[in-house]
Every structure is written in structure tokens, then in C-alpha cells.
DNA sequence: GCGGACTGCTTACCT
DNA sequence: ACAGGTAAGCAGTCCGCG
């Protein structure tokens, strides 16, 4: 596929940088002449329309404004290479609205619009109304027509026109709009032939899943087939590199503004999946030390113009199908892209577009895992929650075991070899995160591209709300179903009927169980497995069906709320989630487990029973959240509501089976030692009467409770200990606390019968005895004693009152201040002088407030004392109290 | 002028 | 920029107190 034309260009752009001008700054021309021929020749040539292409993966598209069409990038993974391929369907740009063909020909203002095509009347089904509707199509030549202009567009002029005007589907970005019309599916492989677009031959259902799903609806069983096809269909090896740069910065922990470029990019590294890398470093006039031309398996390249250094990360960036950075829409990328203008080079000449939030690749995948690392969603439910703060550190920690190199001196005065070390090491650690455990991360990211039909560098960068609105409107247009505009859903849906516990929240939420305080042997955990989608599955909860249309289901009601659900129609909602749902839980949970499998199949069933986890987790929270293109508050209600109303219900039946409840919370049941009978029993109750699926979570050998709600010790039967919502450790308790509370914890790992409590009493006496003779002794470090606190917002934002680690910032001078906002991490301690705070740079061990810090410990440590019949006073010596005892 | 009761704000957690 | 519920610590306000 790679012409000769290419190879042509590529040898003399070799040859310009093997011997790197010589009499310092050359001509201009010389230095980017070679890139700029190259690059053009890249683009009419190979990033042309392709004709004939076999099997290419679907991984992204955009438009062209200068062909004014749609286009797709595909990836080979023969020659893993990106191809684009131009729209030669012919499709245009359109919105819909209520007013009638022959109505709008007759406006003038519309008629007058420059860059329409024309109107077609069509026929819509209204999921909303429940009943078929005609629609005028309002047909333009390019995207900004229909909308996004500062004014004039169609999406604009409408209502000014009429006031009745209803516009839909007028804000879905073009590129997505086409992907839906076509139908087409993201990750997928396809065929070029001729010129025209054909999908591969899809994976046929396996004969497996359709046994196992054989009770459904056929409705139901469609679903699960399209998606069985999509997430059945092979995976292309992957090709890619990950990139990052170094630039000269002013001054100590300033980070330089990608806006201004106005410093020297001084050194870049490249890390590839091939076993390339590099690293490029500019020569600078002041001794930097001695040159080199390797760096452990690493190619070092030495650059006396720094634009002809830019021009070599280009090239990269056009060479390899995919590029990964972290941080690179904010930083990498975007000041290569304005340093290179800076520098003389043309917009046209840059491989790099920005957009608001993004740098984009026109000619490849750019992902940056720092947005997709920042996605809560990711981070919580497809990493359990295993990374807190989102920086490169931090997280290749904790996946890789190993960090950045330490910096002890601003990077400008770094030699040679020290910035290439530290260079080479973020480009290593980015490429590690992409690629650790077998390209989990990219892998998730082609998952979920699957089934949200969105494109790779879009899925990676947005957050949940976004996925399920691209996936629920491909079903939209896959229907023929007219996409209700949030508004419309929002009049015919808008009430709410129950009140929440916490001020200012919408709607009642889930229920938690009061504890019984104490120890007990032998807890089972039984929860509801995925019960928030288990119920919209169940009790066909969607935007259409609940408070539908239909007088005669107005008696079907939704427990504690005025709303009901219809029984004449399935909804689009209910049969989606369902079918993710049941396909988790039932195919690829299990499939993900089956030891039989090979090693690489089984790799990819997890990667996508926890990318189903991700969608399904959110599935519910969208329809309350306000941003949510189908906000529709009484499906959230009515989702919360049920749940109340199943977990209320099998508590109760747990009691008439004799079965103690010790605790709960939303969809889990805590069991004081019950009999395999009974909780068989309870089990196959609420399969029958609920139509929902309690699973043994977990088994504890024994539970510690106090009195709080969410706040819980449970030891398994093998010694591990989970702990839940104690202070001991929470992320914002001082060291020294946590460390006493970890020895606490191991004791109470090693208890295995209620008589190895007394010596295990003792033992943890002692252990917080020390703790507090230490602390009285002034024996911790102010790092041990430090509180650490993200700053919620910047400093100037706390109006309303003054929290104590913004108290301890306020005493740092105004120009150390700047360096501080939203997402700082603050740490100080506690003194007895008057603000009473200090942040631990600017405090000494003798100004501790030794009190406050007692008052830490006690509460720290009664959330389990409570429990095991220890009062706090008799460990520090205070008057003894009446000691509980637990044990029945 | 001070302390207790109360409410509200902030952060971090649970499901 | 997915939801609501809970804990903890502190900030700020109101009220009573001859």
C-alpha cells in the first residue's frame, strides 16, 4: 500500500536529519522544506480516499470541511497503518421539525438560508407520544447550517420564526449523526471495495449464548444478538507510541503556557510498541554536558534547530496509527502545535488540530489516558477505586510499580543525560499504561467504542452520560424513533413525587439499614446482583414507558411514588440495559472465569464484563442527571424507589424465615449466621416473588459494627480484612493514625474464635496505649501528624465559610498562593496558636495541639473499641466506664 | 461576653 | 458534569443568661 513516493520522501527526510546542520540556525526553507514535501505527499497519497481496503477496523471519524463530507479512519492491522475513506453515499447534514414542507417553503428568512439543500417530508415514530409523526427534514450542504454558527442557523432562526417551532436532532455532531444514519459500528472490521463501504461478515451467535437465553422475548434476544456480534468480533493487534515532551520553563514549578509557547522545546521521547524508541534532544549554547548516542535501548538524536526537532516528533505522529500521551490535549500537543507556528511552520503543515477541549490527529488515534483516567467511572468501577489522584505518578504507581524519576532541580537545568533519563521514563510509564496486562486500557477503550458507536478518541475523553446518549440514539435512528428533545421529555415527565433525605436533592434514594452494633461470627452478605439495571430490565423502566401515554396503565403504579409504567409497549431503555445486563452477569462473568478457554479469550471476556460494569453502573444516575440528553427524573425516582422496595421486602421475608438482619445497604443484606436452608430460602423467594437475583456476595468469619451506618470491619474466613468507611482509613487521616489503625487490623485478622478475642482485647489496647504515649510525648513527625486535604475549589471561592486547611493557606503570601487551586493537595497540621491550623511546611513539632490530636485518636479508634467492650478512657487511664458486652 | 443548640459547609466515603 | 445517603469536623448564627 505504502507508495514509492513515500519511501522517497521518507529516505531524504533521513537523510536531512542524519547530519543535523552544522552553521547553526539554517535557512528556514532547509530546515522544514523536507517535512512540509513529505507530509503533503502523505497526505494525497496514502490519507487519500481509499478504493479497495480488506478488513480495516472502524476507529474514528470527522468531517472535511473542504470536501464538505463525512470521513472515516480505518485501521489495517496488516499493515497497521491508519486509511481514511471519504463518504460516497452522498449523505448531507439535516435537522427535523413540526413545521410542514410546504409551510417553510414559503419563509423567506429560512428559504434565504445560504448552504440549504432541501426539505423532504418523513415519516418518525414518536416514542414519547407513542404514535407515528410527520416530520419535515430539513436538508442543508454542511454541518453549520443546521447549527453551530454564532447565529443564522437553522437550529437558531426556527423559533424566532415560529413559536410553536420544534427542531430535533440539530444538535448531534455531524460525524455522529452519520454514524448512526449508517448504522455503523465502531471497532468493528470492514471492507472498502470499489470505493464503497461493506461490513465484514459478523461473528455468528454462538449456540451457547442462545441456549442460555432461550426464555426471552424476541425482542429481548435481538439485542442480545447485536450485541454478542459486536462484542464477539476479533481484535486487531495494535500498533502505537507514546509520546512526551520537555520544555524550558522560567521557573521552578511553574508549568509553562501551551497558549504562549514561548519557550524552547528541549527534549521529546518516544516509546512504540514495535520496540522503537527515542529520544531527541536540542543542542543548547551553555554547557549541558557530553553528547550520546544511546540511552539504555533507546536512540538518542541531537538537534541544533529546534523546529527541525518538532518536525521529527511530526513525523511520528504520522507514522504510527495510534499515539498515546497523558496530558497531551492540554500540554504535549498543544504546545507543539502552537511552538511549531511559532517557529515559522504553517498551520496546514501541523498534523496536530485543536479543538476546545482536544488535540486531535487528523491523521491517526491520539488517546490521552489522562482524561481517560480522570473519568470517574473508569476509576472507580474498571479499577476499583485503585488510584485516588489522577497524575502520572500516582497511577503508574499502582499498575506498574514504578514512578518518575525524582527532579531535585528545575528540568532547564537538568544535563543532557539527566533530562533524557527523565524524559524517556514519562514516555515509558504513558506507553506501560497503555499497554499493561495485555492492552487492557486500549482494549477497554475499543470496548467501549463498541458499544456506545462512539469514536476512540470521543469514548476515551468523555464521561458516562455521553456514552449512553450515543448509544441510545443509535437505537433511536436504527428504529426510525424521533429523538426527543431533553426539553419535551422534561414537560411531559418533569414531576418528581417523593422528597430526599439530603436538602437539595431531587428525589428519594436508596435505604441503608441501622446496624446492629457488635461482633458476629459467621456473616453472609447477600446482595442483588446489578440491581439498579436488574429493575429497569424487570419493571420496563424508559423515558417512553414510565407515566406512558395510556390511561389503562395508569393503575399500574411504581411502589411509593404517583407514577406508573406501561404494559403495552417494552422500553427502549429497559430491553438495552436489560440485555447489557443480563449479558454480563450471565455470559461473560462466567466466561471471563472459564478455565477452559485460552488465556487470550479469557483476557477479553474481562475486559468486557468490566466495561459492561462501567455502562451499567451509570445506568440509572444518568436518568436523574440534569446534563443527561434523556434527563427524565421519574425514571430515576421510580428506579430508587423499587429498589427500596425489594430490599425492604426481603428483609422482611429474611425475619419470617427466622434469618437475622444485622445490616444493609441499597441492594446488600448482611446474615447473622444463618443455615444454608435458610438462605437457600430467601434466595429462591426473591426469585420467584421479586423476579430478581440475590447472590451470596461475600462470607465474613466475623463483622464488627458500631453504631454508624456505611462504617464496618469484615474478616474472611482466610484472615483478610475489609474495611468500610472508617476513619482509620480515610485518605485525609494523618499518618500516624492509620499506621496505629493497620496494627489493629492485623490483630483482629488473626482472631479466629470468640475466645481469641481476650488476648486480641489486650493487645490492641496496648497498641493504641502506645499511641497515645507517643503523641503526649511529642514522639510523631509533623508528617505523621499531617492532615492531607484536596482543595475543592480555588481559594477565593470559599465564601461561605472558611475550612481549616483553606484557613492554613490563607497565612502563605500572596505570590506562593497563585501556585495553589482547585485539586491541590493541602497538608497541615493542627496547633494550639491561634488559627489553630499551620501547613506542614511552615509548622514545628513543639506548637502540636497534643489535645485536638487525642481527640483524633479517640474517635479514629472508638468506631471498633465501641464495639469490642473497650472504652477509650480506661486505655489512657481516665475513670473506667460500664463496659458493654456484645457477645450473646 | 460566652457557651450550647442548631444549621450549613466541606471532604471523604458507601452502594 | 451518573445518583442519593452517611460520617466527621468545623464555621457561623441564634438565643439565653437577671
Not at 775 to 803: C, H, M
Request: glycine residues 4%; hydrophobic residues 35%.
Amino acid at each position: 500500500m505504502e507508495s514509492r513516493l513515500e519511501d522517497f520522501f521518507k529516505e531524504k527526510l533521513d537523510e536531512a536529519e542524519e547530519k543535523p546542520s552544522s552553521e547553526g540556525r539554517g535557512n528556514q526553507e532547509d530546515v522544514t522544506g523536507n517535512w512540509v514535501r513529505y507530509f503533503r505527499s502523505l497526505v494525497e497519497d496514502r490519507y487519500a480516499n481509499s478504493r479497495n481496503l480488506k478488513n480495516v477496523y472502524l476507529f474514528s471519524a470527522s468531517y472535511d470541511g473542504d470536501k464538505r463530507c463525512a470521513v472515516l479512519k480505518f485501521y489495517n492491522p496488516e499493515d497497521k497503518k491508519i486509511y481514511l475513506w471519504y463518504d460516497t453515499t452522498g449523505h448531507k447534514p439535516y435537522c427535523l421539525t413540526n413545521i410542514p414542507q410546504e409551510e417553510l417553503e414559503n419563509i423567506p428568512e429560512v428559504k434565504g438560508v445560504k448552504g440549504l439543500d432541501h426539505f423532504e417530508t418523513v415519516e418518525k415514530f414518536s416514542l414519547l407520544l407513542d404514535k407515528p409523526l410527520r416530520v419535515t427534514k430539513i436538508v442543508a450542504q454542511d454541518p453549520l447550517t443546521i447549527g453551530g454558527k454564532p447565529s443564522g442557523s437553522i437550529r437558531d432562526i426556527l423559533p424566532k420564526i415560529r413559536h410553536d417551532a420544534k427542531v430535533w436532532e440539530a444538535d448531534i455532531k455531524y460525524y455522529e449523526c452519520y454514524i448512526y444514519d449508517l448504522g455503523l459500528d465502531l471497532g468493528l472490521p470492514y471492507n472498502i471495495e470499489d470505493g464503497k463501504l461493506v461490513k465484514n461478515k459478523l461473528t455468528s451467535i454462538n449456540f451457547e449464548v442462545e441456549k442460555l437465553f432461550a426464555d426471552e422475548s424476541k425482542d429481548f434476544f435481538q439485542y442480545l444478538k447485536s450485541w454478542v456480534e459486536l462484542l464477539e468480533a476479533p481484535l486487531p493487534s495494535l500498533k502505537f507510541i507514546a509520546l512526551d515532551i520537555e520544555v524550558e520553563s522560567p521557573s521552578l514549578d511553574k508549568v509553562p503556557d501551551p497558549r504562549e509557547a514561548s519557550h524552547r522545546v528541549i527534549c521529546a521521547s518516544i516509546v512504540a510498541s514495535d520496540g522503537v524508541k527515542y529520544v531527541l534532544l536540542l543542542r543548547r549554547g551553555e554547557a549541558k554536558g557530553e553528547e550520546f548516542d544511546r540511552l539504555d535501548d533507546a536512540k538518542v538524536e541531537f538537534y541544533d534547530d529546534e523546529l527541525q526537532l518538532i518536525c521529527r516528533i511530526f513525523r511520528f505522529l504520522v507514522e504510527y496509527p495510534i499515539v498515546v500521551t497523558f496530558n497531551g490535549d492540554e500540554f504535549d500537543l498543544k504546545y507543539l502545535y502552537h511552538r511549531a507556528q511559532k517557529l515559522g511552520l504553517q498551520k496546514e503543515d501541523i498534523p496536530i488540530q485543536l479543538t476546545r477541549e482536544y488535540a486531535y490527529l487528523p491523521y491517526s488515534i491520539h488517546i490521552d489516558l489522562y482524561r481517560f483516567f480522570f473519568n470517574k467511572a473508569i476509576q472507580v468501577y474498571a479499577f476499583d477505586q485503585k488510584y485516588r489522584d489522577v497524575n502520572l505518578q500516582d497511577i503508574s504507581t499502582v499498575f506498574l510499580g514504578i514512578g518518575k524519576v525524582e527532579l531535585d532541580k528545575n528540568v532547564s537545568e537538568l544535563d543532557y543525560r539527566q533530562l533524557a533519563v527523565y524524559c524517556l521514563r514519562d514516555s515509558e510509564l504513558t506507553f506501560k499504561l497503555a499497554s499493561f496486562d495485555g492492552n487492557l486500557v486500549l482494549k477497554l477503550i475499543i470496548a467501549l467504542a463498541r458499544i456506545t458507536r462512539m469514536i476512540l478518541e470521543d469514548v476515551s475523553r468523555q464521561s458516562v452520560s455521553n456514552w449512553i446518549k450515543s448509544l441510545m440514539y443509535w437505537e433511536h435512528r436504527k428504529n426510525s424513533y424521533l429523538i426527543p428533545s431533553s426539553e419535551e421529555i422534561l414537560a411531559v415527565k418533569g414531576s418528581t413525587s417523593t422528597h430526599a433525605i439530603i436538602k437539595g436533592k431531587k428525589y428519594r434514594g436508596a435505604i441503608v439499614i441501622e446496624p446492629q452494633p457488635g461482633i458476629n461470627f459467621n456473616v453472609v452478605v447477600l446482595d442483588f446482583n446489578s440491581l439498579y439495571p436488574s429493575i429497569i430490565k424487570r419493571w420496563n423502566l424508559s423515558y417512553e414507558t414510565v407515566r406512558c401515554p395510556h390511561e389503562e396503565c395508569k393503575d399500574n403504579l411504581i411502589p411509593e411514588t404517583n407514577h406508573w409504567v406501561c404494559r403495552k409497549r417494552q422500553g427502549l431503555t429497559s430491553l438495552v440495559i436489560g440485555s447489557l445486563r443480563d449479558l454480563r452477569v450471565r455470559w461473560y462473568k462466567v466466561k471471563a472465569k472459564d478455565k477452559t478457554l485460552p488465556e487470550e479469550v479469557r483476557v477479553w471476556y474481562s475486559v468486557v464484563q468490566r466495561t459492561l460494569k462501567v455502562i451499567l453502573n451509570a445506568s440509572y444516575g444518568v436518568f436523574g442527571a440534569e446534563h443527561f440528553a434523556l434527563y427524565c427524573p421519574p425514571v430515576a425516582e421510580a428506579t430508587a424507589s423499587i429498589g427500596r422496595y425489594a430490599i425492604k421486602t426481603t428483609i422482611q421475608k429474611a425475619w419470617e424465615l427466622g434469618i437475622e438482619v444485622i445490616y444493609g445497604d441499597t441492594d446488600s443484606m448482611f446474615l447473622r449466621n444463618p443455615s444454608e436452608n435458610q438462605v437457600e430460602a430467601l434466595m429462591e423467594w426473591s426469585r420467584n416473588v421479586l423476579g430478581m437475583e440475590l447472590d451470596i456476595d461475600k462470607q465474613y468469619r466475623y463483622s464488627v459494627f458500631s453504631t454508624r451506618k456505611k462504617n464496618y470491619i469484615g474478616v474472611y474466613h482466610d484472615g483478610n480484612v475489609e474495611i468500610k468507611g472508617l476513619t482509620g482509613k480515610k485518605r485525609n487521616t494523618p499518618e500516624f493514625l492509620k499506621k496505629t489503625f493497620a496494627e489493629m487490623i492485623k490483630i483482629l485478622g488473626e482472631v479466629k474464635s470468640k475466645d481469641d478475642f481476650d488476648k486480641a482485647r489486650e493487645k490492641i489496647k496496648s497498641i493504641v496505649k502506645d499511641c497515645y504515649v507517643k503523641l503526649k510525648n511529642r514522639q510523631y513527625s509533623l508528617e505523621e501528624l499531617a492532615f492531607t486535604v484536596v482543595l475543592g475549589k480555588d481559594i477565593e471561592d470559599y465564601n461561605k465559610t472558611i475550612p481549616q486547611h483553606v484557613k492554613a493557606l490563607k497565612l502563605l503570601p500572596e505570590k506562593e498562593k497563585v501556585d495553589v487551586g482547585a485539586g491541590s493537595v493541602i497538608r497541615y497540621v493542627k496547633v494550639r496558636r491561634d488559627p489553630g491550623v499551620k501547613l506542614i511546611t511552615h509548622a514545628k513539632v513543639d506548637e502540636i495541639d497534643t489535645e485536638k490530636y487525642v481527640e483524633h485518636i479517640q474517635t479514629t479508634f472508638e468506631q471498633v473499641l465501641d464495639a469490642l467492650g473497650i472504652s477509650f478512657n480506661e486505655i489512657t487511664g481516665a475513670p473506667r466506664e460500664a463496659k458493654l458486652e456484645f457477645f450473646q
